[in-house]
């Protein structure tokens, strides 16, 4: 039997998220209760974050970067609406996203045994693409 | 016997294709939970690559 499917990235493991972050560059705060982050103007609601990236290493951004921790359990961006067009929206969040999973994807595969067998970087009109190829353990 | 493949592509919009091969039964349900981890379905098959390679090759030996 063959098989086929596709899925949504959901962020809910702390670890990968922040192996995720450093990855890109940044030097990321955690906050298991929550740390308050700093916006652009000050009379703006106060919005608060379990992981940080504070604005003086994001090039462009009006505020902190976070992501919050839902009742759910998964980690939601937390961001100035304004950042979406200094560059940190949907396509930021997308890398952000595809990093987390491939390292949370390698770690299960680890743990369960299966084989790492290949990893390649795709070019495609639609961006970067990860392909990982394993195989079972006999 | 084929060799059991799991291959994984995770694009830059936070999506990931899974594509399973050579798997039998459960354990081909087993090697998607795996992969899947928490993230949310939006579609999941069967491929027909098994039937039609079947019937294939049956039709090659009636030829």
């Known amino acids: ?16 998220l922040v192996e995720a972050l450093k990855e890109m560059g940044y030097e990321v705060e955690v906050h298991p209760d929550g740390a ?7 009379e703006q609601e106060r919005k608060t974050a379990n992981i940080i990236l504070r604005r003086a290493q994001l090039r462009g951004a009006y505020g902190d970067i976070g992501f919050a921790r839902q009742p759910d359990g998964r980690l939601t961006l937390i961001a100035d609406e304004l950042d979406a067009y200094a560059g940190y929206g949907s396509k930021w969040l997308g890398r952000v996203q595809q990093l987390y999973k491939e390292k949370q994807t390698l770690a299960m595969a680890r743990a369960k045994g299966y084989i790492l067998k290949k990893r390649e970087v795709i070019q495609t009109s639609e961006g970067q693409q ?9 | ?18 594509d399973l091969n050579g798997f039998a039964g459960s354990e081909c349900n087993k090697a998607f939970e795996d992969f899947r981890g928490s993230d949310a379905v939006k579609l999941e098959r069967k491929k027909t690559v098994y039937f039609t390679s079947q019937s294939n090759a049956q039709e090659q030996i009636r030829r």
């Open chain 1, 130 to 138: 990860v392909r990982l190829q394993f195989a079972v353990r006999r």
């Open chain 1, 1 to 16: 039997m063959s098989k086929y499917g596709i899925t949504i990235t959901e962020v809910r493991e702390e670890k990968f």
């Open chain 1, 36 to 42: 308050q982050l700093n916006s652009y103007y000050s």
């Open chain 2, 1 to 18: 016997m084929q060799e059991k493949t799991i291959t994984i592509t995770i694009d830059e919009q936070g999506n990931s294709t899974l």
